[in-house]
């Protein structure tokens, strides 16, 4: 509301013209703007509304003259900075009217019809790059109702391709501009900052760690993290021949104890996951689940459990460790997920992996190699398939985050117990 406070009498004028502007009754509203003036005439509403009919029929001379004096309150709306700027970019004073419509944006940083007008005049400039940044602006910030509507398509569309042509251009300049400083550098030393760029540029979307259930702030955001930055790993894959061993050991049996991994309850709805629920495509033969071993299992696998004692497995009661033999059927695809929360990391120890298998971590694919582990944050939006016409068998364990204290992870273990005491057999823990 642009009226100015002190007058009551003229704040309820102007509320009034206003509401009939917005009616589209805008002679009885002038008419009422007419009044306003008569008791201040320096008015920002009243001489910015007189000032867009003047734009309307045409004098860019009285349009100009009673905008500015609107601005030059100090006290003018971002509508009304933006219609100077019309009246300036009608008159051919481009630079004028660019300057305007950055102060309708400082006003109303959701005014996103402004940032179509500035690149409308960058356009006509010349100024293709500063043309993009408007059109990025202007696509970040239009609204939902806006975007879908039909007649915005073609200049929503004429926006993206100039705001994906920029993008291209500035991916090849700072390529040439990066590449001596790259030369020499290690896959692992340049791979962070190749994906920042990459998510800047809009080549690779953002992803960002989203607990399903308990979050812990202050963790940096990485997928996959390397195996040789933990001591205990070595000595595990060391043991994947005793580990593989066991498995098939297990696998000989036609696959006895194996038990469909996604396992909903009646009341629950499994989403994404409705086409593997209590399917055995994808299996798991559990030596601990929920904080508890499998006695029968864990006789069978004695070297697997033997490994184990050597990780920092996550303890929590009636929920963690968790250590099972996954098994994904030929064919087979784990739609993308988020886990339940960033306290622990997940660990793959592959043991049968087929050709055309992979599994995805935020912007980052692998595929398995027998006996090296892949360790990852599985908050991070994840998934994985086996291609293949054969099996996939990998062992997953949790680790605790290598970032936590030992103090941390004692109060992370002591509210994750705290939750379930709360809420009983139903606590709302997802899978630890």
Known sequence: MS???????????????????????????????????????????????HGAQALARGDLAGARDLLQRAVA???????????????????????????ELDQAVKLDPGAYAVHFEKAAIYGRLGRLRDQALAYEAALRTTPDAVAVAPEARALLERAQAAVSGNRAELARFLDARLAPLRSGLSARTAGRFDESLDVSLGRKPLHLPKPAMFHIPGLPAIAFFEREDFAWAPAAEACTDAVRAELEGVLAGDDAGFVPYVRTRPSEHPGQFAALDRNPAWSAYFLWQHGRRIDDHVARCP???????????????NRAP???????????????????????????????IPPDCGIRVGNHTRTWTPGELVIFDDTME???????????????????????SDAERMLVRESLEGIMAYYGADAPLGEL
Request: net charge negative; aromatic share 4%.
């Open 3 to 49: 009226a100015i406070p002190g007058d009551p009498q003229v704040d309820a004028l102007a509320a009034e013209a206003e509401r009939l502007m917005r009616g589209g009754l805008v002679q009885a509203a002038l008419r009422l703007w007419d009044q306003v003036l008569a008791r201040m005439p320096g008015h920002p509403g009243a001489l910015a509304a």
């Open 303 to 317: 070297a697997t459990m033997a490994m184990l004692e050597n990780v920092p497995q996550v303890e929590v009661n």
């Open 382 to 404: 994840h998934e994985a398939w086996n291609h293949s016409d054969q099996l996939r068998v990998v062992l997953i364990f949790d680790i605790w985050h290598p970032l936590l």
């Open 73 to 99: 309150t100090g006290r003018a709306s971002a509508l009304a900075h933006a219609t100077l700027a019309r009246a300036l970019a009608a008159g051919g004073d481009d630079d004028g009217a660019l300057r």
């Open 322 to 352: 968790a250590a099972f033999f996954s098994a994904l059927k030929p064919r087979t695809h784990i739609p993308a997920h988020n886990g339940a929360t960033n306290c622990r990391l997940t660990c793959h120890l592959p043991l049968v």
